[in-house]
C-alpha cells in the first residue's frame, strides 16, 4: 500500500505516465487508471477499469471472481470452486 500510494503522488505531481505490472487485481483495480491485460502472450484487453469484470478475469485467469466495494474501494474477490 505504501508503494502503490508513492508511486501515484509521484506519477500525479510529475505528469508522467507509470507501468506497472502486476497479478494482485485487488491493488491494480484500487491504483490503476488503465490496464493492459494479457492472456497466453498476447494482449486480451486494452482499456480502464472497468476491464476487470468477472467475465474478462474469468477469461484471463480461469478463476471465477466477484468484483465489489469495501468502504468504496473496489475489490476482486475469489470464489469458491
Known sequence: MEIMTKIT???KELGIATL???HD???AIRFCDGFLMLKDGFLFARA???VLDPDSIRKVYEVEVSVCEAYGIPVVVPLPD
Request: aromatic share 0%; glycine share 8%.
Open 25 to 27: 487485481l485487488s491493488m
Open 48 to 50: 480502464d477499469r472497468g
Open 20 to 22: 506497472i505490472v502486476m
Open 9 to 11: 503522488k509521484i506519477t
